[in-house]
């Protein structure tokens, strides 16, 4: 198992702000992911987070707007840049625990809940 | 975009078993099935995943129908606490590039 401490929980934020998000796992861990939910909606994945290499994207979202840190296999950090109102969403990340069996559970953080205003 | 097809809502009483379904007709055959579920203002929580064999854990079982194109999740005795949006899931090995795309789910709501 895996335990994820995400920070901050909640913020409310001024449009054109940035915000930084931390992801704290309490194991190493090879695969991080970070995930948009938007109000009422299910979960978007946002981006793939492998420490040594750069972030991998899905379609829709941009390294410019979401650039992604991963200095080590505990920790990773999404900013959410030059915010606007439609980036009001909850942020989650995920891990998916190093195993040998080739598939395995996802643990998820409580997420980050922003407000941008 | 998600490769299964689940109903928006569904009611069970408290007591009975929940049987949530789930149609993944372009399954391929190193794919996995998983279901989580996302209690309001929570993160999802893993429940079961299976390939190809029925599966059972303390929170539910996993039943895979032999052609693989659909399963469905059990709760066997719903508790209010289980009233959650529940996804099911299709995805390979996470480390041959499998993800977790997540659908629209179902709103299982439990009621006394």
């Known amino acids: 198992s895996a335990v994820i401490s995400q920070k901050p929980s909640r913020d409310i934020c001024q449009r054109g702000t940035s915000l930084t998000i931390q992801c704290q796992v309490d194991s190493q861990v090879t695969m991080m992911f970070w995930y948009r939910q938007q109000p009422g909606q299910s979960l978007t994945l946002i981006a793939t987070a492998n420490q040594g290499s750069e972030a991998t994207y899905e379609s829709g979202f941009v390294i410019d707007k979401f650039p992604i840190s991963r200095p080590n296999l505990t920790f990773s950090t999404l900013t959410v840049s030059n915010m606007s109102p439609e980036d009001s969403s909850i942020y989650l990340c995920?891990?998916?625990?190093?195993?040998?069996?080739?598939?395995?559970?996802?643990?998820f953080g409580q997420g980050t809940r922003l407000t941008v205003v | 975009d998600a490769k299964t097809t689940q109903p928006t809502s569904m009611d069970c009483a408290e007591g009975r078993a929940a049987n949530l379904p789930c149609n993944h007709s372009?399954?391929?055959?190193?794919?996995?099935v998983y279901w989580y579920r996302q209690i309001h203002s929570q993160g999802p929580q893993y429940i079961i995943h299976?390939?190809?064999n029925n599966e059972t854990n303390e929170m539910a079982s996993l039943i895979i129908t032999e052609d693989r194109k659909s399963s469905t999740l059990i709760l066997p005795h719903a508790t209010l606490r289980d009233t959650a949006v529940y996804y099911c899931i299709v995805r390979g090995a996470y480390n041959q590039g499998g993800k977790l795309i997540f659908g629209q789910g179902t709103e299982l709501s439990v009621k006394p």
């Open positions: 299976g390939l190809k």
């Open positions: 995920s891990v998916e625990p190093d195993s040998l069996t080739l598939n395995t559970e996802a643990f």
């Open positions: 372009t399954i391929s055959g190193n794919e996995y």
